[in-house]
């Protein structure tokens, strides 16, 4: 069984990269935020607990930035 998510970069600072997440677009579940000093510290604005949806996000945006050299607008992902 698959899973897919979307991600997309809400905004990118001195401090962190932000991306809206969800299971699709028309269901936003939280604001994943990416302090870029260590993107482990990683969180979702206002919730205690990291889901697995903004874990799949958070490695689909650091994989293409790792590799592009700059933020990904869409840090989607189908597997």
């Keep these: 069984m698959g899973t897919t998510g979307f991600g997309r970069l809400l905004s990118e600072g001195a401090d962190v990269a ?3 997440f969800g299971p699709e677009p ?3 579940r939280g ?7 260590d993107p482990e510290q990683w969180y979702v ?7 697995v949806l903004a874990r799949n ?7 293409l930035r790792r590799r592009d050299g700059v933020w990904p607008r ?3 992902f189908f597997s």
């Design 57 to 63: 996000v958070l490695h689909k945006a650091l994989r």
């Design 45 to 51: 604005e206002g919730q205690e607990e990291r889901s």
């Design 31 to 37: 604001v994943l935020v990416i302090p870029l000093d």
């Design 26 to 28: 028309s269901s936003v």
């Design 18 to 20: 932000r991306y809206e």
């Design 74 to 76: 869409d840090a989607s």
